[in-house]
């Protein structure tokens, strides 16, 4: 009994194991790079120490952490459907309609700036929630797959923004910017350049950290919560793990589903808003696309956990916001990142999958250690717990 | 040839020799023997989990032996992967069939040993000539330039047995063949078995039918637990005797019972009928009753409708008909939750399919059917994760689970420590009612004596239990009713001290008039 904890792996030992797979994941995505950069002509030293000293300046800094910070929730409304096996393909049609109701909505009413925000949030999380709970119902009540239905709505919440802005377009006296109507001061998320001027110089260059990095860190902390702390969280992950041991411990599989998708959706429908709270002040043409089908990536690179996912977005916010710097110099063309994205992502599965692999043997290792310690039967082939059926000859 | 057939004669075609295999917590087969004569059908029978897919897996060089010899036909081979099997002249047709459906028959017969001509094309007409050679031989009738895709299952079956004999295979090793077939498809494959050992294949031929293994088997020999029970004639014995070697005769201590049931019922059971996923009624209007106290077993074959029957009392089926009280209360529309709160445990048939979330830490594990409870949870909503750990931590120590810690993951333990993990959830949170299906399958000997007297300590403290079993020592020895399922219904009520296993083991094969006949003869 006192020596099992002895068997127990150190704490050492699972944080190497931990950080192993995406330490190499980037090793290997820079050596697949340089490769890349050398066969098309170029030094990839010179470029990746631009990239390096440009990609700290305190201006670009502040754009890696504006770009990770669409990029983490979206990751997160992923994990969420990733934790119950939910593949939500969705989050891409969430926070585009998302975004262009809650700046619709935001443009029409007046109130004070407190609240303004705070309902602007809550009507994007609102739509992104219910437009998710349709694929949810769909799943429960029809058996249609999850995917096939949050494509399908990709599309067609694509269509409807495109409506949604001919509509505004079509109305006279309006400039021909496709684009809602601008949000009063009251509904714009304050920047935070102050809270970093506090420590550091002036952000320069026109450079604005966007207030929605709050947003963002809260909603991460209640994901952590939600999952960890919390008895509906273990029934998500649960049903995640094996559905058919969750249903028999009383979790319901629908009800669960449920949940599942209007929160991933809620989180889906706050990707935009960074952006149009903090930058745009309206839903028009420069709205960034694809931050959904990002997030999958992010989610993955993370592993689904909060902390996880917050370095993904950031490494791949710092390596969106480093790159042009490559371009202005020539040293190398900027969709070299796109490509160290992909063998980041590509590499991290692989290799989570190996040290994964790694963990389980260790631990059964040290579970059989523990057994072989204190158990004087285990010993296998020991004929002592003969039986008669032992001695029965078989002819 | 002459020569070939007077070795024959004397050397066995094929003979395993104290072949033993453990995996992690169980010993699959312990010094198995099985001697094969040329050209006979010989059939492998046991329960499910008595060793015989292990031993097939084992001779077709699929696992590798832990200890013990393979001879064939008088040379002892080690065999490294089914290639080395196949070279050897051993070839097996697996229970799920191995074809690439959107290819012919020929194709897939071919594939992977196809004959090839100049420039290393494939040479079709030597393929077709030597395939319809074959068809022709033993008579198996297969259309070959048909899709697999539209195929039979009877005919899927003959073209998997054509592509091992392609491959030259003289043993032929078939896992539960007939499990997929109709009995008209069940007789023509006997003909076909036949005919080819007329023309000197050998058959290994694993059932648990007995009827099927009496009619078609020149030999039988029976596996329970990993161990080779006897090997027997067909004509020597009986389906009562095959039943009573199959599920394991031995006596149980027939230790001196005093019931302690109470008055109380606590599960009562009315009129339940119910439905499977393809709307058969596998449970058939089953009353029942489980007083405090009291173990009440349910023996039955697998496949009785007692699954079925176990999820419409937990609340996972809906049941088409009938009522389920709990301690008086009608729980029938309750959902699982609310029943697993009102205190019914539950032990699953099957840990990994419905008991445990394998990459999860112990803890959590612990916790999975009583999350919403202290110590953990607060609230039935704040996990704490540190009363999960120290009751995991008692739970371990109670039960005598060898685990490192808590913070473990389910995959790393034995499958006994596993099973004792499931039961000591339950039972540490003191349930009204414990549903416990096979809760020894398939676990060491030690840990199921462990497991056998938790639940008889349980029942002097007032516990209800219903035992779904198909064990024979397990039932006798632990239950004070015994019921037996057969084909969704009660088929009858016995009493555990006087039953014989031979009686009980009749009763839950469905062959019970014989034994009545024999009693009074």
Redesign the interface.
Known sequence: ?ST?????LPAHRRLTLALAAPIAALILSLAVASIALVLSGSNPFPAYGRMFSYGFELETLVDMVNRATPLYLSAVAVAIGFRMNLFNIGVEGQYILASIIAAQVAAELSLPAPLHLTVIILVGMATGSLWALIAGVLKVTRGIHEVISTIMLNAISISLVVAMLFRQWDVPDESLNQETAEIPPSGRMPDLNWFVELFTREIGKGRVLWGFVIVAIIIGILYWIYV????????L??SG??P?????????PRRTIIVAMALSGAVGGLVGLPEVLGRDYAYGLQFTQNLGFAGIAVALLGQNHPGGIAIGALVFGFLDSAAPILDVHGDAPQEIVEIMKGIIIFAAVITYVVVQRRR?DE??R??????AG??P??A??TPS?A????T?P?? | MPQEVGRNAMTPALSLENITKRFPGVLANDRVNLTVAEGEIHAICGENGAGKSTLMNVLYGMLPADEGRIVVRGDEVHFRSPRDALAAGIGMVHQHFMLADNLTVLENIILGAEPTGRGGRIDFANARRRVTELSDAYGLDVHLDEPVENLGVGERQRVEIIKVLYRGARILILDEPTSVLVPHEVEELFRNMRDMCARGETIVFIDHKLDEVLEIADTITVLRAGRTVATVKPDEVSPRDLAELMVGSELPTPEARTTTAQDTVSLEVEDLSVLDDDEREVVKGISLEVRRGEIVGMAGVEGNGQIEFVEALLGIREPSQGRVLLEGADISEWTVRQRREAGIGYIPEDRHRRGLLLPAPLWENAMCGHQGKEPYSRKGFWLTPKGARSKTRELIAAFDVRTPGPDVAAHALSGGNQQKLIIGREMIMTPNLLIAAHPTRGIDVGAQAAVWETLHQAREQGLAVLLVSADLDELIGLSDRLLVIFRGRISAALDPATVTPRELGAHMTGAAGDVEEMQHA
């Not at chain 1, 099992?4 to 127990?8: E, F």
């Not at chain 1, 058919?244 to 319901?252: D, F, H, I, N, R």
């Not at chain 1, 039986?387 to 032992?390: A, P, W």
């Open positions: 009994m099992r904890s002895a068997h127990r960890a702390r919390t008895r509906p969280g273990y029934d992950r649960a793990i094996n058919l041991a969750a249903e028999a411990s009383g979790v319901s389980q631990e059964a040290a579970a059989s250690l523990a057994m204190d158990e039967e285990a296998p082939g717990d039986t008669e059926s032992d029965r078989a002819t």
